[in-house]
């Protein structure tokens, strides 16, 4: 079955950087947008970015809150992808989850469009 696994969630003070990674397994990797989502206590479940990939072109799309401090990434030889977050502020703080669902290009930000899940790692940005 598709599984999914994040790695790297962890306390750090803001204005720092936090890489998490999305260990993926039991489909084709390549076939699939990868979603980050993040929830903070109390609150809906938030697109923070997204990634596609179609023949030899990647497709990227970021929230605007995160847009120019995040950095999505895929490495599909090793079927992983990446949430680079720098210069962290305290609202940053959430779970974060990876997602992944089947499309030559989907860059939705919407949760509800994506079917396979990980269990989520804590970020917490300190002030």
């Known amino acids: 079955e598709v599984q999914l696994v994040e790695y790297g969630g962890g306390l750090v003070q803001a204005g720092g950087s936090l890489r998490l990674s999305c260990a993926a397994s039991?489909?084709?990797?390549?076939?699939?947008?990868i979603g980050w989502f993040r929830q903070a206590p109390g609150k809906e479940r938030e697109g923070v970015s997204c990634?596609?990939?179609?023949?030899?072109?990647?497709?990227?799309a970021y929230a605007d809150s995160v847009k120019g401090r995040f950095t999505i990434s895929r490495d599909n030889a090793k079927n992983t992808a990446y949430l680079e977050m720098n210069s962290l502020k305290p609202e940053d703080t959430a779970v974060y989850y990876c997602?992944?669902?089947?499309?030559?290009?989907?860059?939705?930000?919407?949760?509800?469009?994506?079917?396979?899940w990980g269990q989520g790692t804590q970020v917490t940005v300190s002030s």
């Open positions: 990634i596609a990939s179609s023949d030899d072109s990647t497709y990227y």
């Open positions: 039991g489909f084709t990797f390549d076939d699939y947008a």
């Open positions: 997602a992944a669902e089947s499309g030559a290009i989907l860059l939705s930000l919407n949760p509800g469009e994506f079917r396979s």
